[in-house]
Every structure is written in structure tokens, then in C-alpha cells.
């Protein structure tokens, strides 16, 4: 059963990656920020444990890291789901759920920096998209995950 509702969560991470990537377009188009390539960066230290250069933008990588984060985390929220742990309340957690796993895979292997380093509007442009991530995901998990038969009737 919980197998079932993490496949369908990272479905729902798909979803919510979608929604993400969506909104950063529309961002970058008001801001005029360029796309990011940490993901690939992240992706390529993980595998090869050497960091690779600030200047390499590999776009299949930046995809596979940036759509496979977004399916993995998604199936913890299916799992939520199944759990009982739904709504609006769930979905802000798993914001920082999504945040934590970037985060801690960017620093970990050296090619991200620490958010505190950031800009304000760097900061706020990563949080606003992985709420918006988070709260797609959390919404399409919350309708194709049914509650495990043993939390029906319990909140």
C-alpha cells in the first residue's frame, strides 16, 4: 500500500515539478534572472564526487536532477498522504522538506553556497517556487492517494 501511494506521490511530484518550473519561467521573465545549472552541477558531483566547474551548464543533467528531486521528494508526500498527513498544514511542511534535500545535496558536495549568503530575492525566488512545488505536489497527492485503511475516519 505504501509502495502504491509513493508511486503516485512522485506522479504528484511531477505535477508539482511542472508547476515549479513553470513559475520560474514566468519570474525569470520579470526578472530577467538567468536559469540555474546547480541542479546539474549537484548531479555530476553525486556521481563522479568531483565538483565540477561553476561554468559548465549540461541541460540534460539539469533536467534529470531537477525532475528526479521532484519525483523522489513527491513520493515522501504520497506517503503523507497515505499516512494522513493532508492539506494546506502538510504541503507547507514538505516546503521544507523540498528546500532541506536541496539544500543538503548542494552544500553536501560542495557546489551549492549556504542561503544565508544569498541575496533577499534569491532566497525569496527559491522559497516561493518550492512552495509552489510543494503545494501542487501536496494537492495532486492528496486526490490520487486514498488514506491508508487503518487512518479512515482519523485526523
Known sequence: MLGRAAMRGALAGLAGTAAMTLAEKAEQQVTHRP??????????????RRRPPGSERPL??????????????????????AS???GWRASAWHTSVRLA???TLENA????APPWTWSRRDQVVDVAGKAVYSFVTGAVADALVPL????????
Do not use: E, K
Not at 109 to 112: A, E, N, Q, S, Y
Not at 148 to 155: I, L, M, N, Q, S
Open 35 to 48: 536559469n540555474s545549472y546547480v541542479p546539474a552541477r549537484t548531479l555530476t558531483a553525486l556521481l563522479t
Open 60 to 81: 540534460v543533467r539539469n533536467h534529470l536532477m531537477h525532475w528526479g528531486t521532484g519525483a523522489t521528494v513527491g513520493a515522501l508526500r504520497g506517503i503523507w498522504s
Open 84 to 86: 494522513g498527513l493532508r
Open 101 to 103: 534535500t536541496d539544500q
Open 109 to 112: 558536495t560542495g557546489v551549492g
Open 148 to 155: 491508508a485503511p487503518d487512518r479512515r475516519g482519523r485526523y
